[in-house]
């Protein structure tokens, strides 16, 4: 069975089980990431709920050893777990890299890499890298060898949580939190009693089957349950992705969509810089320059992400899809369970969440759009737009500029549009956004048409 190229992924190694994750492909992704690392380097694994995570684990935990490296075990964790685990030491023995086994919020034949290395992500280039070395050398056996060593993540990132955000104990409001069966619960409840809240838990018990919704809080018809059980006995509701490293924030009046959070987040530090993905309200960021803030337009994904924010030093990124990333008083990676804390403490400090979303400049924006395409094509359709947009057709609207940090975002003289290639599927992803609703329709309507055309000629 030969290894497919498309498991290797801008943020991360995705495939389906036994499918494209086997034990062929995992000993030799562990063998070659070990010798990206370094031999005699330490390296942590954690894994999701899903059935076939541990196996992984071991298939991977082969190919480490093959490639002489420590292996540590953290178990069943949730991403941020994981990622807590470069920066703290275990009996005198510290990380050099951490690997998160996780299909995230993918279907629960999937599971992935996610994977960190001297406390950075290792992605894009370096994955594509990895990925030819691994299909030159397939036919290389690697022995199964499942030592390794038991470590527990999970108590020092409870104890770092509950000493963190020791002002909140007792808070009197009334929490409702949804872990959609994934991992959260491996951790949050633990927080949460140490700091005495009071909060109903839906779907707390992790099941990589997800019985009861798709772990993905981005989507609304996954929010049915969580916004039933606020509207009957809560204050603010929290929903996460099945690895924990995405939220949703729901008040009874609002979802509160990530670039939201970081207006929020924001207003408790001084004169901070902001990253935002192409695809949040430009509303952000003109509101944070607004504030005397220092706002960064960026390419999406969280790999993209954390190494912009090195890069500028930056004090919190977002994504509009509930990745939320705090270098403010923190280690610089998304971690949803944190940012649940962080909005508490506003809360706490007195900010009515409702009142500030409503005394935001009104806007009428679309969901993400995804237009169907194929892996092959997808790159070639944002070249080709790019190429028509120099001359656009008489009836197009007004262009202002164009921004292509990531795709094409094109705004116009009361909004903007964004065309970009997915790096995780086969699909372009559209996203519009006015001041007047019937001009969001009509820049969708003139930029599909431009898809339209992109497509066709090729």
């Known amino acids: 069975m030969s290894i497919h190229s498309s498991i290797f992924r801008e943020y991360d190694i995705r495939g389906i089980f036994e499918k494209e994750l086997n034990a062929t492909s995992v000993k030799l992704i562990g063998y070659f990431l070990g010798q990206k690392v370094g031999g005699d380097k330490v390296v942590s694994i954690g894994y999701d709920a899903r059935s076939h995570s541990p196996i992984l684990r071991d298939y991977l935990t082969s190919g480490l050893n093959a490639a002489g490296c420590k292996v ?57 890298a990895l990925g030819d070395e691994i299909i030159a050398n397939q036919t290389m056996q690697i022995e199964d060898n499942l ?38 619960d491996t951790v949050i409840t633990d927080i949460f009693d140490a700091l005495d809240f009071d909060y109903v838990g839906l779907y707390l018990e992790p099941d990589g089957t997800f019985p009861n919704h798709h772990p993905d809080p981005s989507v609304e018809k996954n929010l049915v349950d969580v916004k039933a059980a606020l509207e009957k006995e809560g204050d603010i509701a929290f929903a996460y992705d099945g690895d924990a490293d ?22 408790k530090m001084e004169n901070p810089t902001v990253i935002g993905e192409v695809k949040c309200s430009q509303v952000m960021y003109d509101e944070l320059e607004r504030r005397g803030a220092k ?5 999406t994904g969280h790999s993209n ?40 403490e506003l809360i706490a400090d007195g900010i009515d969440l409702d009142a ?103």
């Open 72 to 128: 540590l075990d953290m178990g069943m964790v949730a991403t941020p777990v994981n990622y807590f685990s470069n920066y703290i030491d275990f009996n005198g023995v510290t990380t050099d890299a951490s690997v998160m086994i996780t299909g995230s919020h993918n279907p629960s034949e999937y599971n992935g890499f996610k994977m960190t290395v001297d406390k950075s992500p290792f992605f894009g280039d370096a994955i594509y």
């Open 147 to 184: 030592d390794k060593t038991d470590i527990d993540v999970k108590k020092p990132y409870i104890d770092f949580m509950v000493k963190e955000f020791s002002a909140l104990k007792g808070l009197k409001k009334k929490l409702v939190i949804d872990a959609g069966n994934g991992v959260a």
């Open 246 to 267: 995405r939220i949703a924030v729901l008040t009874h009046k609002h979802n509160i969509k990530g670039d939201q959070m970081a207006l929020l987040y924001a207003m």
């Open 295 to 299: 706002a960064i337009m960026y390419k």
């Open 305 to 344: 992400l954390k190494v912009k924010m090195k890069e500028t030093n930056a004090d919190l990124a977002c994504e509009v899809s509930g990745h939320i990333f705090f270098k403010h008083r923190y280690f610089g990676y998304d971690d949803a369970i944190y940012a649940t804390l962080r909005m508490l």
């Open 356 to 458: 500030e979303i409503d005394a935001l400049p009104q806007v009428f924006s679309t969901e993400e759009l995804k237009v169907e395409t194929t892996e092959e094509e997808k790159f070639h359709i944002i070249n080709k737009v790019k190429a028509l947009l120099a001359n656009p057709p008489a009836d197009f609207p007004t262009i202002v500029n164009i921004i292509d940090v990531d795709g094409v975002r094109i705004n116009f003289e009361k909004g903007w549009g964004l065309v970009r290639a997915s790096n995780t599927t086969p699909v372009l992803v559209t996203r519009f956004e006015s001041i007047d609703e019937a001009l969001a329709k009509e820049y969708e309507e003139k930029v599909n048409a431009l898809i339209s055309e992109a497509k066709e000629s090729l």
